[in-house]
C-alpha cells in the first residue's frame, strides 16, 4: 500500500473513531422483534395481494429489469400503466415514476429551479431535499421549522435584494423524525401571494392520510404551482417514488433531468407491485382506518398512564438529548423484543437525540401496551 493511500485511510480510521467516540458510528444489524421502527405502516410489504402481483407478473413476463433508461429501451408498459393509474388515483394531471425517494426530490431540485430562482426550505425536510438544494443551480434559504411567517419573510428579503426569478418552497406534510404536520393552507396561500411553487414530500402521508391514503396534498392535486413527491417504498410497501405535477413540469423534468435520463428505469417489478398498492388502499379501505385507530389507541394509552404524546401521527419521536443515552435506551429495549432504533445527529439536530417509535399494522394493541410498559420501566416515566 503506498504511503498516499495509508494515509488515506488512517484519516478514514479516525473519522470513525471520532464517530464511536461521540457515539454516533453507525452500524447494519438485522430487524429482529416487534416492529416499531420501520415505515412500513400498512403492512403492504408482506402482505399477499403484493405478492400476488409480483408472481403474476413474471409468469405473464414481465422482465425483473427494465435493461435501460426509460429514455432508451427501458421505457415498459408497467411504467407507463402506473404513471396512469397514480396520476388518475392522485388526481394529478401526470406522475413520473422514480427509484425511490432521495433521487426523486434530488431529482426534482437539481432541474427545475433555474439560476435566477430560490428555493426556501424548511429546516427539517429530509437530507434528499437538503442535497438536491446545495447540488442545484438556484440560491436557497433554511426557514424555521413550520413557520411560515418565516419563509415568507425570506421570499420578502430574497426579492428585496434583487431577486426577480422563480420561488419554490419545499415541505414535508408529515415530518419523519417529529410526527408533525406542515401548515399546508397557509403555505399555499404564501405561494399564491408570490406566484410560487410549492413542493410537497409526502413520504410519511401517502397511504395513511386522505380519501383513500391519496395523502395531505389530495385537496390541492391538479394546481399548476404544486408538485408532490409519494414515497412508494413507505406505505405503499414496494419501492420507488411518483412524482405527480402539471404536463410542463413533467415534461421539463424527462428531457433535462440527468438522474432521470442517466439511470436505467426502476424495475418494471416494483412498478406492478405500486400499482397493486394503490388498488388495494381503494379496495381495502379497513387497512387506513386500523391503523388510524392504532395511532388514537396508542394516544389514549399514553393519557391513561399520565403521559403526554409527542405527535398526533403514527411517528412518536421520545426525545433524549444524548446520543449514548439514546443507544443505550434502544438497546434496551431491543433486549426486551421491541424494534426501536435510535436517532442520532445529524440526522436530527445535536442535542435531540431520540427513539423514533413508529406505528405500523406489523403490531397490535398488545404488542402497544407492552412497549408502553417497557419504556416507562426503562426511562421510569415514559414519553413525560
Sequence with gaps: MSSIVAAKFASYMAGLAALKEDDRLRSLRPRTGADFSSNDYLALASAPRMKKAIVTALEAGTPIGAGGSRLLRGNCEEHECLEAEAARFFGAQTALFFG???????AVLTTLPQRHDLVVLDSLVHASIHEGAR???????ISAHNDPQAIEGAIRDW???????????????????????????????????????????????????????????????????????????????????????SGVLR????????????ATAPSPLMAVAVREALLILQEEPERQQRLAKLVAFTLREMVARGERSPSNSQILPYIVGENARAMSLASALQARGFDIRGIRPPTVPAGTARLRISLTLNV????????????AEETRGGFR
Design 100 to 106: 425511490g425517494g432521495y433521487v426523486a426530490n434530488f
Design 135 to 141: 447540488a442545484g443551480r438556484a440560491a436557497f434559504r
Design 159 to 245: 426579492r428585496t435584494a434583487g431577486g426577480a426569478g422563480q420561488v419554490w418552497i419545499v415541505v414535508e406534510s408529515l415530518y419523519s423524525m417529529d410526527g408533525d404536520f406542515a401548515p399546508l393552507e397557509d403555505l399555499l396561500a404564501i405561494a399564491d401571494r408570490h406566484d410560487a411553487f410549492l413542493v410537497v414530500d409526502e413520504a410519511h402521508a401517502t397511504g395513511v392520510y386522505g380519501e383513500q391514503g391519496r395523502g395531505l396534498t389530495a385537496p390541492y392535486e391538479g394546481r399548476e404551482n404544486l408538485l408532490v413527491v409519494h414515497t412508494c417504498g413507505k406505505a405503499l410497501g414496494a419501492a420507488g417514488a411518483l412524482v405527480t405535477a
Design 251 to 262: 415534461d421539463f423534468i424527462v428531457n433535462r433531468c440527468r438522474p432521470f435520463i442517466f
Design 364 to 375: 397490535g394493541e398488545d404488542e402497544v401496551r407492552a412497549m408502553l410498559d417497557a419504556l
